[in-house]
């Protein structure tokens, strides 16, 4: 059985992810920090093992402490400015890629929501049942 090889990339194609096999969680964030970095009402985070994703071009990055007093490194690109993936220091052996990056972002649904209490009140998400 073929392994599925899912692609992302940043606004101008420069800095890329190839990650294999399915994400370990989709997460959406409603924290005033994902607020902040996409300019949006929530951030959606898709994780990966870091083994199973490969990054190519040039990243810059930006270094902020979470809440847990942990670091998360975003890399950005150099060129068009967009944020394209994130290494929480708290989840060592995980990479989250930004949904919106994926060349085919709808077969990614969310599994979980985080920080609702700073969640826009418009803002309405039903996750799938575990069926």
Request: charged content about 25%; aromatic content about 10%.
């Amino acid at each position: 059985m073929e392994t599925v090889k899912r692609e992302a990339s940043c606004s101008c194609g420069q800095l890329s992810i190839t990650a294999e096999g399915d994400p370990v969680k989709v997460s959406v964030c409603h924290c005033r920090a994902c607020q902040r970095r996409t300019g949006s009402a929530f951030g959606v985070a898709v994780f990966f093992d870091r083994k199973k994703v490969a990054v190519s071009g040039a990243s810059n990055s930006y270094i902020r402490s979470g809440d847990s007093g942990r670091s998360i490194e975003f890399r950005f690109c150099p060129d068009c400015g967009s944020t394209v993936y994130w290494m929480p220091e708290f989840r060592e052996n995980l990479l989250a890629v930004a949904l919106g990056c994926f060349e085919e972002p709808s077969c990614l649904v969310p599994t979980q929501c985080v920080y609702e209490e700073s969640r826009m009140r418009w803002v309405a998400f039903e996750l799938p049942s575990g069926d």
